[in-house]
Structure formats: structure tokens, C-alpha cells
């Protein structure tokens, strides 16, 4: 009879001790303890052959409805356990999709390189390629295929920066390097019509280097864009209207041009483009300077010496050219007061754009 008794006190211990399993894991040592190989409930029943005959059969029926209640017990447990273990994964692993994100600042186009690319694109509208050329440029280039002269300003070696040339031996004077930074893209020109043949209608947009200090209208490093056009029966005409065309593009369709006489080495006759201020429409405002009128760009017909540096032929072909810099477009359509915010690098200034 003891045998039961013992039986019966075990299961009411266990079915306590489950009860009181408060994680899985615990839950797994009361099972141990009872159910396991050397466990409580376990050894007595091994105690069970050692009976007598009459005894067995109810010791039997006890045992066997003991393990079944403790081995439902702890089922019953285990599932309980197991899901408010899962339960509290989920609540502590929750993602709070509510919350704010964090915010990355997508870069943005420099203004410079924003009104290139328009530049660029009113041309590429009219069927130009682009073209590019090297910015540590040969004299030749630069001065010399250009029609300007060997005692010309602009080969001072206080407007222009010369780098020593490729033996490295010559110093660095006016006339005595061979190597210097391009002071205009002009040399573009040059460069493209030595090597291909008219019609050309070429757009070279490039970094140009001049020794000037840096002042609200002048920069020692900037941004030109260079237009190049030669074809049977090109005019000046025609040069008037694709810049008429182009300043409309850029400053907008009510736009008025004018062109002034002025001179360059490489075009004949050449001009200075204004177009009427778009600020004040004409009517003189501090943008323009109170003319009314704001100064793009240099132009002029292909002079015919440079046609004969690279071996067009002058009667067969005209052309026109053009040059403008990119940071006094940007300057003038932006309202940018100072060019030296362009190359500055505030972060203030940069992103209103
Ligand atoms: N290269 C000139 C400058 O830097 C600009 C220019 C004027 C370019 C007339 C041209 C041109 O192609 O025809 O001031």
C-alpha cells in the first residue's frame, strides 16, 4: 500500500512542481526529476516486479494513471511555456514602423555643373556634339593656332600659367614653356577641326585657369563653354540667330540681344553678346548695373588665318565661334552676387539650388 501512497504523494508534488515551472527550461528538470531514467517516479516503478501477485495489478493501474496525469501535466505546461515564450519574443522584437526614419541627404548637382548642363542641352537641341579637350594645353593651342600674336597680353606670364614642359629643364617664363593651363577653350576649336572635316557643330564646355585674383566677378580657376560651327555658306547671320536662340532658352523667351563690336585674335568680325536683363526687363535695375542689359558672351566669324593653321580652306568654308563662362551665366540667371560662393563650398549657399 505504501507503494501507492508514494505514488500519490509524488503526483501531487509533481503536478506542483509543474505548476511552478515558470520557463521551458525548468519545466524540462521537474521532468527529469520525475520521468527521467533515474527519475522519482520512474524508480518506483521499477519497484513494481518486486510486488506479489494480488498487489500488482492495482499498483499497476495507479502507476500508469500517475505517469499519464504528469506526462499530460507537463504537455499542458510545456504548450502554455512555449507560447508566452513566443509572445514575449514578439513584443520585445517589435519593429515600430511608426517611428520617423532617419533621413539621408541625397547629393545634389553643383549650380556650376547644373547650368552647364543647360547650356549644354539648348545646343545638343540644335544637333552639336560635345567635345573636350586637355586642360594642361600647349601653347600652340591655346595662343598660336588661335591667330594671337607672340607679343600678344594675354601670353604674359602674369595672365597665364605656365608648367614646365615635358624635359622639365625650362623655366617658368612666358615664352620659354611650351606647356601652360588653358586660359579659354578655344584650343578645343583647333583641336576638332584638325581632326574632322566641316560640317562641324561642336559644343566644348571645360575648366579654364587665368592668374587673376579672386573678386566677386573674376576667379582664377572657372567654367567656359566654347561653341564651334564651320559649313558651306554659314553667316553672320546665322551666328545671330543661334545666339538669339540660345539666350532665349536660357533667360527666357521675352529676351532681347544685342551685339557689339569687339575684337578677338581667331574671329573676324567679332562681338560682344548682350541680352536685356531679365531682372528688371530693361529697365535698369542693380542686376544689370542700371544698363538694362547684361553681357553673356564673346562671338565671331571663323577668322580665316585659323582656318589656315588647320588647313580648311577659307573659300570653300566659313564659320562662327562663340565662348561663354559658366559661373557668370549661372551668376546672372541665380542672382549669385559673388562668384566666389560658387567655389566655396557652404552648404548654406549650395542648396538653394
Ligand atoms: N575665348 C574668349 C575668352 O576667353 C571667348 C570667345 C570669344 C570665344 C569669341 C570664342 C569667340 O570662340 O569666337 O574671352
Known amino acids: 500500500m505504501s507503494l501507492i501512497e508514494d ?15 515558470s520557463d521551458v527550461t525548468a519545466l524540462e528538470t521537474v521532468r527529469v526529476a520525475l520521468l527521467g531514467k533515474k527519475g522519482s517516479v520512474t524508480s518506483i516503478l521499477r519497484g513494481l516486479g518486486s510486488l506479489s501477485a494480488e498487489e500488482r495489478p492495482a499498483a499497476g493501474k495507479v502507476s500508469n494513471a500517475v505517469r499519464a496525469t504528469l506526462e499530460d ?11 508566452a515564450e513566443l509572445e514575449g519574443r514578439i513584443a520585445s522584437e517589435r519593429t ?3 517611428l520617423p526614419g532617419r533621413r539621408r541627404a541625397p547629393g545634389h548637382e553643383h549650380l556650376i555643373e547644373h547650368v552647364v548642363r543647360e547650356i549644354v542641352q539648348i545646343f545638343i537641341g540644335l544637333g552639336y556634339r560635345v567635345a573636350e579637350g586637355p586642360e594642361a594645353e600647349l601653347d600652340y593651342y591655346n595662343f598660336t593656332a588661335l591667330n594671337t600674336p607672340a607679343d600678344h597680353p594675354a601670353r604674359n606670364a602674369s595672365d ?15 615664352g620659354e614653356s611650351d606647356v601652360l593651363l588653358r586660359t579659354q577653350t578655344s584650343p578645343v576649336q583647333v583641336r576638332v577641326m584638325e581632326a574632322q572635316k566641316p560640317p562641324i557643330y561642336v559644343l566644348a564646355p571645360g575648366r579654364v585657369y587665368r592668374r587673376d585674383v579672386a573678386d566677386p566677378s573674376h576667379l582664377p580657376q572657372f567654367t567656359q563653354v566654347e561653341g564651334i560651327v564651320v559649313d558651306r555658306g554659314i553667316t553672320f547671320g546665322d551666328l545671330k540667330g543661334t545666339l538669339e536662340h540660345f539666350c532665349r532658352e536660357m533667360f527666357g ?4 540681344v544685342r551685339l557689339r563690336p569687339h575684337f578677338f585674335p581667331f574671329t573676324e568680325p567679332s562681338a560682344e553678346v548682350d541680352v536685356s536683363c531679365h531682372v528688371c526687363a530693361g529697365a535698369g535695375c542693380r542686376m544689370c548695373k542700371h544698363s538694362g542689359w547684361l553681357e553673356v ?8 588665318n585659323v582656318f589656315g593653321y588647320v588647313g580648311i580652306d577659307p573659300e570653300e ?7 561663354m563662362g559658366a559661373e557668370r551665366i549661372a551668376a546672372l540667371k541665380y542672382g549669385v552676387p559673388d562668384l566666389r560662393y560658387l567655389i566655396e563650398s557652404d552648404m548654406r549657399f549650395l542648396r538653394q539650388f
Not at 7 to 21: D, P, T, V
Not at 165 to 174: F, H, I, T, Y
Not at 253 to 256: F, G, K, P, S, T
Request: proline residues 2%.
Open 7 to 21: 505514488l500519490e504523494r509524488l503526483e501531487s508534488e509533481g503536478l506542483g512542481a509543474i505548476a511552478q515551472a
Open 73 to 83: 501535466a507537463l504537455a499542458a505546461r510545456q504548450s502554455l511555456l512555449a507560447a
Open 96 to 98: 515600430d514602423v511608426t
Open 160 to 174: 597665364t600659367f605656365y608648367i614646365e614642359d615635358l624635359s622639365g629643364e625650362k623655366a617658368v617664363v612666358a
Open 253 to 256: 523667351a521675352e529676351r532681347v
Open 297 to 304: 558672351l564673346g562671338c565671331g566669324m571663323v577668322d580665316p
Open 317 to 323: 568654308y566659313t564659320g562662327f565661334a562663340f565662348g
